[in-house]
Nanobody, 118 residues
Framework: QVQLVESGGGLVQAGGSLRLSCLATGSIFRITAMGWYRQAPGKERELAACIASSGSTVYGDSLKGRFTISRENAENTVYLQMNSLKPEDTGVYYC????????????WGQGTQVTVSS
């Protein structure tokens, strides 16, 4: 079993940056892909970024170049660095664990709010 706890959300002006962190507990962290999904008000949850246990990454459409996902296995932590934020990046960001970045996650954190003001 994996438990996920996000932190680092908040309010930022357009053009600013935020770094989200997700602490995972459970022995399978090193063999599990970790991802960040986001859900804007009134919209479906969508992939922001995912990183495999190998370190390979996948990004949602148009996010690569502004968002960077990374992981620190020794700290059981995955990060999402978000730069050049736009108002349309506003939403709840969820950390997730999945056997593969090509699969929909089977473990979710509680979510952290990111609000980008114009």
């Amino acid at each position: 079993q994996v438990q996920l706890v996000e932190s680092g959300g908040g309010l930022v002006q357009a053009g600013g940056s935020l770094r989200l962190s997700c602490l995972a507990t459970g022995s399978i962290f090193r063999i599990t892909a970790m991802g960040w999904y986001r859900q804007a008000p009134g919209k479906e949850r969508e992939l922001a970024a995912c990183i495999a246990s190998s370190g390979s990454t996948v990004y949602g459409d148009s996010l690569k170049g502004r968002f960077t996902i990374s992981r620190e296995n020794a700290e059981n932590t995955v990060y999402l660095q978000m730069n050049s934020l736009k108002p349309e990046d506003t939403g709840v960001y969820y950390c997730a664990a999945t056997p593969s970045c090509s699969l929909y996650p089977n473990h979710w954190g509680q979510g952290t709010q990111v609000t980008v003001s114009s």
